[in-house]
């Protein structure tokens, strides 16, 4: 089965720590982006990586980093920098031509 | 700023109904649209994607976009309680980046 996976599907985080999610995609594709989306908004971009070991930040990348050591992984860590981390966090990969982006299932991060 | 307008809803339609979805954007050179409709608490799936001035129809799903009005909207024949989600607006902004609307919630009634 192709696809983009993330894990894991629920994550509580206490303050000042800080949290790795995962974001795995089989698809062989290039890209990848991390997007956060809050209640009753859009979603916002945070990284984005159009090859492996390059990365660019995106909108909001504050108090965020993510890693591409590897074309299928693309790790975002929410540092305790990142002063308001609860949100529904979304990896998409890029499908080559046609700029089309397809979702993995999101991390509901929550912060206790 | 490069933005997508889109009105949050909650937009109500009966079942059997045309749901008709709007969306402006505000950069002139973008070359790519997308539909995605996301279900509560799920992730964003992709409906339609359209490049073309004009309609393009995929089942009961048409986008029709016109670059000079900086205008796409989705069109929903036949609407279904299963179709009621948010739907949400997106264009390429560059890069391979995404620009996302805040989406316009769609409710179906029977």
């Known amino acids: 089965d192709g696809g983009i996976t993330q894990s894991p599907k629920y994550l509580f985080r206490k303050e000042g720590q800080n949290v790795t999610l995962s974001c795995e995609q089989n698809?062989?594709?290039?890209?990848m982006y991390w997007y956060r989306q809050d209640p009753g908004q859009g979603l916002r971009l945070i990284y984005y990586?159009?090859?492996?070991?390059?990365?660019q930040k995106g909108d909001i990348a504050e108090g965020y980093s993510v890693s591409r050591e590897k074309k299928e992984s693309f790790p975002l860590t929410v540092t305790s920098a990142q002063k308001n981390p609860t949100a529904f966090y979304l990896c998409?990969?890029?499908?080559?031509?046609?700029?089309?982006?397809?979702f993995g299932p999101g991390t509901r991060l929550t912060v206790l | 700023q490069k933005e997508v307008e889109q009105n949050s809803g909650p937009l109500s339609v009966p079942e059997g109904a045309i749901a008709s979805l709007n969306c402006t954007y505000s950069?002139?050179?973008?070359?790519?649209f997308f539909w995605y409709r996301q279900y509560s608490g799920k992730s964003p799936e992709l409906i339609m994607s359209?490049?073309?001035?004009g309609d393009k129809e995929d089942g009961r799903f048409t986008a029709q976009l016109n670059k000079a009005s900086q205008y796409v909207s989705l069109l929903i024949r036949d609407s279904q309680p299963s179709d009621s989600a948010t739907y949400l607006c997106?264009?390429?902004?560059?890069?391979?980046?995404?620009?996302f609307g805040a989406g316009t919630r769609l409710a179906v009634h029977p």
């Open positions: 997106a264009f390429s902004g560059g890069y391979n980046k995404l620009i």
């Open positions: 359209i490049y073309s001035n």
């Open positions: 990586s159009q090859i492996v070991n390059d990365f």
């Open positions: 950069d002139r050179g973008s070359q790519s």
């Open positions: 698809l062989n594709h290039d890209a």
């Open positions: 998409a990969s890029l499908a080559g031509v046609e700029d089309t982006q397809y």
